[in-house]
């Protein structure tokens, strides 16, 4: 099913625990960095590197394959897609056979095809959206950039 709304996406995070994320990257200059960073330490989840390249990242074991994980550890709730769009495909028939029950592309991780594929398979489907920032934003951790900082008014404050 395609979680569109604010409500499906926080209830998918709401009962997950466990993130594979695919295309996680050890330099810190890359998004995937950053994402995996803030969520290893700012989430309440637990988030895994999937990639081939590397043996872990910041002491998190890396896996080089889903079925790696899976076969370790279990089917993850959540596969976090940090693949360019032509990739998500394949990246997406990995997760099926891994078992995992969603799958979230990343902003601009869209490919029609990945998405039908997981839908038709039953799994809840994230499309175009930065699974920091939804955390974050259930988790009151956009503060730091002034959203969400329950201030009404757009007028400036006095220097």
């Known amino acids: 099913m395609i979680l569109d709304t604010l409500a499906d996406r926080r209830a998918l995070l709401d009962r ?29 989840l637990t988030i895994v590197p999937i990639n081939p ?6 002491g998190i074991k890396a896996y ?21 769009p032509a990739d998500a495909p394949a990246v997406v028939r990995e997760a099926i056979d891994a078992g995992a029950r969603a799958i979230w592309f990343q902003y601009g991780v869209i490919n ?3 998405i039908r594929l997981a839908d038709e398979a039953g799994m809840d489907v994230v499309v175009d959206r930065c699974l920091k920032v939804e955390s974050a934003r259930f988790d009151g951790g956009l503060a730091s950039a002034g959203l969400n900082s329950g201030l009404i008014t757009a007028r400036r404050r006095g220097r």
């Open 16 to 44: 997950s625990k466990t993130v594979a994320m695919v295309g996680a990257s050890p330099n810190p200059t890359r998004p995937s960095y950053f994402v995996f960073s803030y969520l290893r330490t700012k989430a309440k």
């Open 53 to 58: 390249m590397v043996a872990a990242i910041d």
């Open 112 to 114: 029609d095809e990945a």
């Open 64 to 84: 080089p394959t889903l079925a790696a994980y899976a076969a370790e550890n279990g089917a993850p709730d959540i596969v976090d897609v940090f693949r360019k």
